[in-house]
Antibody, heavy 121, light 106 residues
């Protein structure tokens, strides 16, 4: 059974760097055709894809946020870490990590429950 | 990058058929995926690879790709289907989600 859980601060100040950890079980990032992605959702708004890390350590970032994002994995801990620099109140959102699978194209078949991050001074 | 466009809202009565569309210029070259999101919950995959249904998703959910438009169809809509629905597609450079459609069951 695949599970994912996001963890990190619930409140960050403007200009600070946000670090979020996705802890997962039930699969290995060493297995082909597997990835972990991050998606966020501001309150009352749509989903926004942020980044994805694939089993071969290939990484992709949202073009609009790529200068602020870094995604890495710790295979031994079954974790994927996302950092976002220079946080702003507009970055207030629920941040989800999700298991990504390749079937045709890449998609997200299982999601964590999400963690709400508020950016405020 | 590219955009996926969805209608903001769709309303149907129980038992009717709901159709939610997603338009994008690159959709003829990509597969589409659909997610259901109920208030306070994480998204749930309901359709993958245009028309495939994951295990556990009711047969009333179906999808098809007709070129630059993909459609999620919910036949015999039930009250529990009221939710936001998002389409998604990807290519080698990344992923994009549509703006979401709120399905209201009258």
């Amino acid at each position: 059974q695949i599970t994912l859980k996001e963890s990190g601060p619930t409140l960050v100040k403007p200009t600070q760097t946000l670090t979020l950890t996705c802890s997962f079980s039930g699969f290995s990032l060493g297995a082909g055709g597997v990835g972990v992605g991050w998606i966020r959702q501001p309150p009352g708004k749509a989903l926004e894809w942020l980044a994805v890390l694939y089993w071969n350590d290939d990484k992709r970032y949202s073009p609009s946020l790529k200068n602020r994002l870094t995604i890495n994995k710790d295979t031994s801990k079954n974790q994927v870490v996302l950092t976002m620099t220079d946080m702003d109140p507009v970055d207030t959102a629920t941040y989800y990590c999700a298991h990504s699978r390749l079937a045709g194209n890449w998609y997200f078949d299982l999601w964590g429950r999400g963690t709400l991050v508020t950016v405020s001074s | 990058s590219y955009d996926l466009t969805q209608p903001p809202s769709v309303s149907v009565s129980p038992g009717q058929t709901a159709r939610i569309t997603c338009s994008g210029d690159d959709l003829p070259n990509r597969y589409a995926y659909w997610y259901q999101q109920k208030p306070g919950q994480a998204p749930l995959l309901v359709i993958y690879k245009d028309s495939e249904r994951p295990s556990g998703i009711p047969e009333r959910f179906s999808g098809y790709n007709s070129g630059t438009r993909v459609t999620l169809t919910i036949s015999g809509v039930q009250a529990e289907d009221e939710a936001d629905y998002y389409c998604q597609s990807s290519d080698s450079s990344g992923t994009v989600f549509g703006g979401g459609t709120k399905l209201t069951v009258l």
